[in-house]
């Protein structure tokens, strides 16, 4: 027999049990829609995780930041920290899978062009040579070069914080703008001339006693020499700030640190009688390292660094670390879907096997004649197999189709649904995909329902082979 005869038989048989048949494959739409709605929604998370991560920029690098304290995974307060200096980049750089290792140092610097004013402006130290290891994208101009300390790099946003100091007003100018607002940008970086100073008198004015003698020192000015502008990270930790060379931010912390010292003593003598304090009983400390940021091999990484930073003691972050819980809820809810699913389809292969068996009885004078004219055994069991996986393989085309119709529904009716709703909120958006079928998934699902009816069809197949042609053809 020809496989197109067998074919014809095997459609013949289906549509003479029409009820059994449609009943028999209605157990694999159902199992077939479970896994594939179930994968569908797994991957539409992946899809928007990933979208989720695009948009906070390298998500490869961990903060380690000096914090007073904070609660540890065992639900301890943790208050002393290892100091962020010089051996801790070595520490760190010791890790494996790290990609390189970023002290900074940060300050408040006020700024000044013509009559605006940004004042408590973040300014950013880093190392010249290893700025572009942030990650960050320059829209404009280059990054800091060894040998000008003055250069600097602004974020995408750090020249809305200059306001106009003739009015005395300070207004938002930020937020606005991330929310897609045209607002004025009162301060050309590349041409207008920006001075700053670590003295608040640059920018407030003299604050001095009204004895001459006690007045503070003019305040030290510099002029800086913006060289690049950062492309929006949505980040505002890199988008408000100022990086400028490390070494140089440094002496100006000492010396920031140094002036206030001055002020407290001079307001002490002139206000509270303390005249005979002198200023050496007050020692300048070196200033160490606000943050250190640490840059791992890739995203599969950072998980492994960020624990080993942890380990020894330290306050670390990465972005993509409030995620990880997330992840873990949405997987948890997938393999309870999954394992629906999964017992769907093994209760439709069930059944399938229940038909065909039913099957080898109620057509054992059929199996019987097919053996008297001819046919072979592999025949026999090709016609039995073939029945099987034609219920399995139509039963998941009618699922498939049904899958698209919930991946539909899901897509306009039910964002926010499931744990990955909790993703759309931090995302801020309410349309994102809630179920992604891609072509490989709608194949893979067709070949999988094909090859359980292949083997729900095997042993009804195998007792077909078995039965006797004289035995057969007496029963009826």
């Known amino acids: 027999m020809s496989n197109f005869d067998i074919a014809g038989m095997c459609v013949r048989s289906l549509f003479k049990r029409k009820l059994r048949s449609v009943l028999t494959m209605l157990g694999v739409i159902i199992g077939t829609v479970a896994i594939i709605v179930t994968i569908s929604l797994g991957l539409a998370v992946e899809f928007r995780f990933g979208q989720m991560i695009d948009g906070m920029g390298d998500v490869t690098v961990i903060t380690v930041q000096n914090v007073m304290g904070w609660i540890t995974p065992d639900g301890t307060m943790q208050t002393e920290f290892p100091e962020l200096n010089d051996e801790a980049v070595r520490n760190f750089e010791a890790i494996p899978h790290v990609d390189a290792v970023l002290p900074v140092i940060e300050t408040n610097m006020f700024l000044r062009s013509g009559v ?11 190392r010249p040579e290893t700025f572009q290891a942030l990650g960050h994208g320059l829209e404009a101009g280059r990054i800091m070069q060894d040998g000008n300390p003055f250069e600097a790099v602004f974020g995408s946003r750090t020249e809305l914080n200059f306001q106009d100091s003739t009015t005395n007003e300070w207004t938002d100018r930020f937020w606005p703008s991330m929310m897609g607002e045209d607002v004025d940008v009162f301060v050309d970086i590349f041409n207008d001339r920006i001075q700053f100073s670590y ?115 330290y306050s670390a972050w990465y972005p993509a670390q409030s995620l990880n819980v997330i992840r873990e809820m949405v997987a948890s809810q997938q393999q309870m879907l999954g394992a629906i699913g999964a017992v769907s389809l093994f209760v439709a292969a069930i059944g399938i096997a229940n038909t065909m068996v039913m099957s080898t009885y109620e057509r054992t004078k059929e199996i019987g004649v097919m053996k008297v004219i001819g046919a072979s055994l592999s025949d026999i069991r090709k016609l039995f197999l073939m029945e ?40 801020g958006g309410s349309d ?38 004289l035995n057969a053809i007496r029963t009826e």
């Open 199 to 313: 003295n608040q008198t640059f920018i407030w004015g003299t604050t001095s006693p009204e004895d001459a003698d006690n007045a503070p020192p003019p305040p030290r000015v510099f002029t800086m020499e913006p060289v690049g502008l950062l492309e929006l990270s949505n980040d505002w930790s890199v988008d408000q700030a100022i990086f400028m060379d490390i070494e140089f931010v440094r002496r100006m912390s000492i010396d920031s640190q140094r002036q206030n010292q001055q002020d407290q003593l001079q307001w002490l003598s002139v206000d509270g009688g303390f005249g005979h304090i002198d200023a050496r009983a007050n020692v300048v400390r070196d200033v160490g390292y606000s943050n250190i940021y640490v840059r791992a091999t890739n995203i599969d990484t950072v998980s492994d660094v960020h624990e080993a930073i942890l380990a020894m003691g």
């Open 116 to 126: 605006y004013t940004s004042t408590w402006q973040r300014i950013v130290g880093v």
């Open 432 to 469: 994102e995909i809630v179920s992604l079928i891609p072509p490989w998934l709608a194949v893979a699902a067709l070949v999988f329902a094909g090859l359980i009816g292949l083997v729900s069809g095997y042993f009804p197949a195998r007792r077909a082979t078995k039965l006797s042609a």
């Open 388 to 427: 099987a996986a034609m219920i399995g393989f139509i039963g998941g085309v009618f699922g498939l189709i049904f899958s698209y119709v919930a991946s539909y529904i899901l897509n306009n009716h039910a964002q926010g649904m499931f744990m990955g709703g909790m993703i759309d909120m931090m995302a």
